[in-house]
């Protein structure tokens, strides 16, 4: 993820993970291929849907750049985007820091002037 117009965190790209990850049953597919990848028969075997709402699932999961897709013959197979789990736990932690140094707190340089504006 990168820098956007030079704040720490990449709000659009941090939002659409969130909206990927806001569905539970795309959080259990997340969980199920976090140690290994799974193929799509071996992920629908899990749950109880089509394979057609699996590949809406796993097209969300794939946009957001969660989950990488690649094919060996017939199967497709899916495993953990690992880079990008790793910015994204590095982005929510600077979101949700104590830290103020990345706050967008620190771009307003005099909070009266917000109140003029009202």
């Not at 094919?71 to 949700?96: A, C, P």
């Amino acid at each position: 993820m990168l820098r956007e117009g030079g704040f720490a965190i990449n709000y659009d790209e941090l939002a659409l993970v969130m909206k990927a990850m806001s569905d539970p049953n795309r959080l259990k597919i997340l969980d199920l291929i976090s140690c290994d990848g799974k193929r799509a028969c071996e992920i629908l075997y899990f749950f109880n849907f089509t394979q057609p709402t699996l590949s809406h699932h796993m097209k969300s999961l794939c946009e957001a750049n969660l989950v990488e897709k690649s094919r060996d013959g017939k199967w497709v197979f899916y495993t953990l985007n690992r880079k990008t789990i790793g910015q994204i736990n590095e982005q929510i932690s600077k979101l949700l820091a104590d830290d103020e140094s990345d706050c967008l707190c620190h771009l307003m340089t005099n909070y009266d002037e917000i109140d003029e504006r009202k």
